[in-house]
């Protein structure tokens, strides 16, 4: 299982950035990919999945109605788009693969077992 992130920046508060998640070596049918950040300082905190089942989405509070997770099943990735982006967004933004598509609309880190690199995304004011 191999996932490699992309599409980090920095971008002025307000503004927008797209992360790409792309996914290889699945042997499994029913799986899902979640956005995971990590600021400085801080624990890692969940954003969003996405279940490959049925396109199932969850969000953190924090970014309903701002983020939006996507998938591409034909090319294997999943997006982040990630609208009026605060300061506070500003994290390491890493994706990762869980294979209990219920256990992971929670979005704990530990129901994921398999992460990519990450990606930056700093936002400033």
């Known amino acids: 299982v191999q996932l490699v992130e992309s599409g980090g920046g920095l971008v002025q508060a307000g503004g927008s950035l797209r992360l790409s998640c792309a996914a290889s070596?699945?042997?499994?049918?029913?799986?899902?990919i979640g956005w995971f950040r990590q600021a400085p300082g801080k624990e890692r905190e969940g954003v969003s999945c996405?279940?490959?089942?049925?396109?199932?989405?969850y969000y953190a509070d924090s970014v309903k109605g701002r983020f939006t997770i996507s998938s591409d099943n034909a090319k294997n990735t999943v997006y982040l788009q990630m609208n009026s982006l605060k300061p506070e967004d500003t994290a390491v933004y890493y994706c990762?693969?869980?294979?209990?598509?219920?256990?992971?609309?929670?979005?704990?880190?530990?129901?994921?077992?398999?992460w990519g690199q990450g990606t930056q995304v700093t936002v400033s004011s």
């Open positions: 990762a693969a869980g294979w209990d598509t219920v256990v992971a609309a929670l979005l704990r880190s530990p129901d994921f077992g398999s």
């Open positions: 996405i279940s490959s089942s049925d396109g199932s989405t």
């Open positions: 070596g699945f042997t499994f049918d029913d799986y899902a």
